[in-house]
């Protein structure tokens, strides 16, 4: 006779190995779309062209060359900890605008890094715009604080474990005979898949903000925002280096149309500012 329950857990066992399959290309697109080939030009001799090398400059308080080093560096790939040595160095050399351009690609790979918040306020601290936000409501808030709570690699992995123990405890449901043992299972199998669930969806949240950067930092000491994208436009109000900004029109390639955190919008030359 055949024993139904077994045909079952055997089809979901092959849809777990389509799944895990399909998590694996996941992190690795996720890894390819943040991170460039070695192949890239550098101008130092490829001995030279290593963290230690910049970390050993910074220590020496070069840090012109610990900057070249580490964008080098990045030129072979974007890494976390490089994006927060560069901002560092920037910051020493008081050019505060590239130290938070960098400390914010640094918090895009790794958003739960403590150090790299906490640098990047201290940088805040020192630029000239002071704007009050218009704050999200709580939930909204939290939910993102939620998002940024782990890197996109780590939600990816958590989910794969889930998964994992969310099939023990559907074999659990299975074959357990107890009703006790049915009744875990279900549940704890139940929660188990929502945080799979859960887990696929930030990471792709955070996926979606890596590829698709529109948040910029002005690198120009000040720039004057426009009403239209032209110089002849009215002059709306002045930003000096460091402010973050929302490109919201990006379909120009000399001007970009930007939005604040009070909402103000405006228009100011792609020059004045870098993606990040």
């Known amino acids: 006779m055949i024993d139904m329950k077994k045909i079952l857990f055997i089809a979901l066992l092959t849809l777990i190995s389509n799944w895990a399959q399909g998590q694996k290309m996941l992190v690795d697109t996720i890894s390819n779309d943040s991170v460039t080939t070695a192949e890239s030009f ?3 001799n490829p001995d030279q062209v290593t963290k230690a090398a910049g970390d050993s400059a910074y220590l020496r308080n070069d840090f012109q060359t610990a900057i070249q080093i580490y964008e080098a560096l990045l030129k072979q790939g974007e890494a ?3 994006y927060y040595n560069l901002g560092n160095s920037y910051y020493k050399i008081n050019d505060i605008a590239h130290a938070i351009l960098n400390y ?3 918090l895009l790979l ?3 890094n403590s150090d790299i918040r906490a640098n990047l306020e201290i940088a805040r ?3 000239i715009d002071k704007i009050a936000s218009i704050p999200d409501i709580f939930f909204i808030g939290w939910f993102k604080t939620l998002i940024n709570s782990l890197s996109i690699d780590a939600w990816s992995y958590l989910a794969i474990v889930c998964f994992v123990f969310f099939l023990l405890c559907l074999g659990l449901f299975f074959y357990s005979k107890s009703v006790r043992g049915k009744k875990i ?3 704890s199998g139940f929660i188990l898949l929502i945080i799979v669930i859960l887990c696929n969806v930030f990471a792709l949240q ?3 903000n890596l590829t698709n950067r529109f948040k910029a930092i002005v690198i120009a000491p000040s720039v004057t925002v426009h009403s239209t994208p032209s110089e002849s436009g009215t002059n709306l109000f002045i930003l000096h280096e460091g402010h973050k900004v929302e490109i919201k029109d990006n379909t120009m390639h000399e001007w970009k149309e930007i939005r604040l955190e009070d909402g103000k919008v ?3 030359p792609s020059s004045a500012i870098e993606v990040i």
């Open 125 to 127: 601290a020192k630029t």
């Open 110 to 112: 790794s958003p739960g």
């Open 42 to 44: 550098v101008s130092f």
């Open 104 to 106: 914010e690609r640094a």
């Open 206 to 208: 955070q996926k979606k």
């Open 266 to 268: 405006g228009w100011l």
């Open 185 to 187: 299972g279900f549940i």
């Open 80 to 82: 976390a900890e490089v």
